[in-house]
């Protein structure tokens, strides 16, 4: 039925009427949020040891309501933390993940071996532990988070399944480019315990923790240790965990500090060659990668670099620069349907592959930059030529096994005993030498040597 004028609009004076009273609801149901928690973190913080009123977090709508562990969301300063906080944290007033955040700032000194003296206890980790672990199941759990992320959770994730507690911060996470500097930071926190500890991220600690209790139980928790030797045991793994450990490693692959070990390693060698770069969009893993064959670079930075390397050459959703630059020439050229980045199970170097082999009918200029460099790193070291380090597997073994890595050395041990090989390396091989013919920039060797040279004649 078609409404008049005057109908129209008594009906959109009562819908303004609904939207205000909904939102004043909101700001008072807010407020009482806002009073109730600062009494009872002045409750606490002046001693008061008897439980403090029970409080619910009910921040972020699309999320389901949070109970706030210690009545303020903050591990408790009476429990097995009692005295850390103490020794450590005595002047900082409790809730909000004040307490935990430098308690967690105490455990990441002593993991690094800054600090002497009184350290955290064990009972003391675990709860800090069970804390994080509390936080990461739902996200109103995690005050300032939910706090920070409010509207950008509404812009977002206002389609979240209230069934899975989880889904907002996983939506957070898929959309961390577009959210609030505030919001993104507060996100970027999380990422940063579930990069160190697996239990903190609530999908992968659900989906491992039972692979990790069987073949890594003997492994140190922390510093991403137990997603290490999760890695390396991949083919035992159960699908869940392959995926979920997949997942965490896409979502991680764009900034160093999520790759908690390499980040450790490479320290001087970040300070000395990228002090100014400035972290994301894998600049600093770029800046890192250029400098590696400095004769001042330290080796075991160079040698985890080119592990982390290798294994962003199996499958291009591991190189965010690939994946962000070339999402369109993908869709376009490699016959692949944009949802498909997104899905987390198996390895697909094929892509990578196809970009090189339709590079020129790449559109996207940054893109063919991107696959340029790809095919510098091939060149450079067959570790990061998927296609050709897999079809010369056994070749490699048995004809080039004292060949060090890196300066084409292997690749030119193939091409010396061309009529050795398998019939699949020879033509794989031969196929990469029409690639790597087309560029000075692929071949490592004749520009290493020429450099001066380039620099003279060429410039």
């Given at each position: ?45 002046q001693g008061q040891q008897a439980p403090v009123d029970p409080l619910e977090s ?127 930071n507060e996100v970027f926190a999380t990422q940063l315990q579930g990069a160190k ?263």
């Open positions: 039925m078609e409404l008049g004028p005057q109908q129209w609009k008594r009906s959109q004076l009562c819908r303004l009427f609904c939207v205000l009273l909904l939102a004043e609801r909101a700001l008072s149901q807010d407020a009482a949020f806002q009073g109730q928690l600062q009494k009872n973190e002045e409750a606490l913080a009910k921040i972020i709508k699309e999320a389901p309501p949070a109970v706030l562990t210690s009545g303020v969301g903050d591990v408790s300063i009476f429990g097995d933390c009692r005295q850390e906080v103490q020794s450590f944290c005595v002047s900082i007033p409790p809730g909000q993940s004040r307490v935990s955040r430098c308690l967690s700032e105490q455990e990441a000194q002593e993991e690094k071996g800054n600090i002497a003296g009184k350290k955290l206890s064990e009972n003391c980790k675990r709860e800090l532990q069970n804390f994080k672990m509390e936080q990461a199941e739902n996200v109103n759990a995690n005050v300032p988070l939910a706090k920070a992320c409010k509207e950008d959770a509404t812009k977002f994730c206002k389609d979240a399944d209230l069934k899975d507690p989880g889904f907002v911060l996983a939506c957070l996470r898929d959309n961390i480019e577009a959210l609030a500097d505030t919001c993104k500890d697996y239990l903190a991220d609530a999908d992968l600690k659900n989906a491992c923790e039972a692979d990790a209790l069987q073949l890594c139980a003997d492994v140190k928790e922390g510093e991403g240790r137990v997603q290490a030797c999760l890695r390396g045991k991949r083919g035992r793994l159960s699908a869940d965990c392959k995926a979920e450990l997949f997942r965490q490693e896409v979502e991680n692959a764009d900034d160093i500090r999520l790759s908690t070990h390499l980040f450790n390693v490479c320290t001087n060698d970040r300070l000395t060659f990228c002090k100014d770069t400035p972290p994301g969009k894998a600049r600093v893993k770029d800046c890192l990668e250029e400098h590696r064959e400095d004769p001042t670079f330290n080796a075991e930075c160079k040698a985890e670099l080119e592990k982390m390397m290798e294994h962003r050459a199996t499958d291009f959703r591991l190189d965010s620069n690939l994946r962000e630059l070339c999402s369109d020439d993908i869709d376009t050229l490699c016959g692949l349907d944009r949802d498909s980045m997104d899905e987390t199970e198996g390895w697909d170097a094929r892509v990578t592959y196809c970009l090189q082999d339709f590079r020129s009918e790449i559109a996207a200029p940054k893109c063919k930059d991107q696959v340029h460099k790809v095919i510098a790193r091939a060149a450079q070291d067959i570790r990061m030529d998927e296609p050709l380090a897999d079809a010369c597997f056994e070749d490699r073994q048995k004809l080039c096994e004292d060949e060090p890595p890196g300066s084409a050395r292997v690749i030119r041990c193939l091409q010396s005993k061309r009529e050795d090989l398998s019939e699949d390396c020879r033509g794989m091989l031969f196929d990469e030498e029409v690639k790597f013919g087309e560029d000075i920039d692929f071949k490592y060797p004749m520009k290493a040597a020429c450099s001066a040279e380039m620099d003279k004649f060429c410039a």
